[in-house]
C-alpha cells in the first residue's frame, strides 16, 4: 500500500516541479563551408517523464531537435555570419508560444488518481477483514493444544526455573505444564542435514552402480536435470560423491561438537492451562505495546515476571487450521485468487471510462509570425 501511494504521489510532485530542459543545435545560413554557423538554444517544459517520451514531445532529443519545428531562441549576426542583403530570402517565421504552456494538468486527474488508491485500499482492508472474521469462525469451531497455550518471550536464559513460571501465571488459572525451550535447535538442524545428505550420498552411488542410458536427447536432458537437483553440482558424478562424502564429514563433526554443549535456556516458554479461557486471561492482562493494540484503545502496563516484562502471544497451532486460514490451499486458495483478481478488475473497470470524461491536457500552441530581411538586419530572431 505505502509503494502504491509513492506511486501516485510521484507524478503530482514532478509536475510541481517542472524541469526545463535544454538543446542546442546549429544553424547554417547556407551550405558553403566558409560560412560560419550559428549556436541555437531551444528551451522546453516537460510535465512528466510520459509527456516527454510522448512522439509529441520530440524537440527534447537531438535526434528530432530542429530549428524548423521545434521553439527556439536564435540571435542571428549579419556580419558574422556573412549574409548579404540579397541573400533571397524574404521572410522568416518566429514561433511564439501561446499562453496555454503554462497551464498545468487538470484537476480532475489528481482526484482520478486518489479516488483510484482510496478504492482500491478500502477493498482491500474489507478484504482483509472477512479474513480474519473466516479465521475467528474456524478457530471457534476448532480446539486445539494451542487454544490451551501461551507462548512467553523476554524471560531470560537459566536466571529461573519452572516452579516460578507456573507460580507466576498460576494467578491466571490452572497451569498443566510450563516448559522451557532449549538450545536444540542447531543440533535438531544438524541432525536433519545429515539425513538429507546421506540419503543424497546413496542416490548417487546408485546412479553410479547402474550407469544411465539415453533412448534420445529428451532423456538424456531428463536426467541432467535430476541429477543437477539430486547432487547440487555440475561436476561429474565422481566428484558429486567426494564433495557429499565431505559434507557429511563436516555436519558429523559439527554434531559431536554440539552434544557436548550444556543445555540451556533460550528466554522462552510455553505455558498450558487446563481450560482456554485461563489462557485468554493472560492475553487481557498482558497488553503488547505495538500499534495494533494502541489501535484498539489497549492501555495500562502488564504484569512483571522477577522484575522482568515479558511478551505474551497465542501459541502456533500444531493442526492444518492455520493455513486453511491464510487461504493457500485447496478451494479457498481458488477463491482468494478470484476475489483478489476481480477487485483489480473492477478498479480497472471503473476508473479507465472516467479517463476520456476529463479534459484533455492542454498542448503547448504555437504562432508563427512574419518577419522580414529587415528584422534580420536588425538582430534577427528573439
Known sequence: MVVLSLINIYPLVNNIQQADFTERYYLSPSTSPSEKGVECVSSFASYSFITLSSLGALCASNRTNNAVTCPSICTVDLERTRLSDTIGITEVYERVYDDRDEDTIPVAYYWLIFVGTFIFLAWHLFLRHTQVLSASQINASTVTVGDFTVYVTGLGKNSNSRAELEDFFAHYGEVATAVYTKNLGDFLLLEKKLIELTVKEEELRLIDAHGTKYEGWWEWL???????????????????????????????????????????????????FNYEAHANNVFRDHVQRDLKNRLTCKHGDAPLFLDKRISVYRAPEPSDVYWENMDIRGARLIVRRLVTHSSAVFILGTLVPCIPCCPSTPHSGVEPQKLGVDGLKEGGLS
Not at 536435470?225 to 559434507?247: M, P, Q
Not at 540451556?264 to 498450558?272: D, M, Q, R, S
Open 222 to 272: 531428463w536426467f541432467k536435470i535430476y541429477f543437477r537437483a539430486v547432487s547440487g553440482s555440475l561436476r561429474g558424478l565422481t566428484g558429486a560423491i567426494d564433495a557429499c562424502k565431505t559434507e557429511i564429514s563436516e555436519v558429523r563433526a559439527k554434531i559431536e561438537l554440539l552434544q557436548g554443549r550444556h543445555l540451556e535456556n533460550t528466554g522462552e516458554a510455553l505455558v498450558t
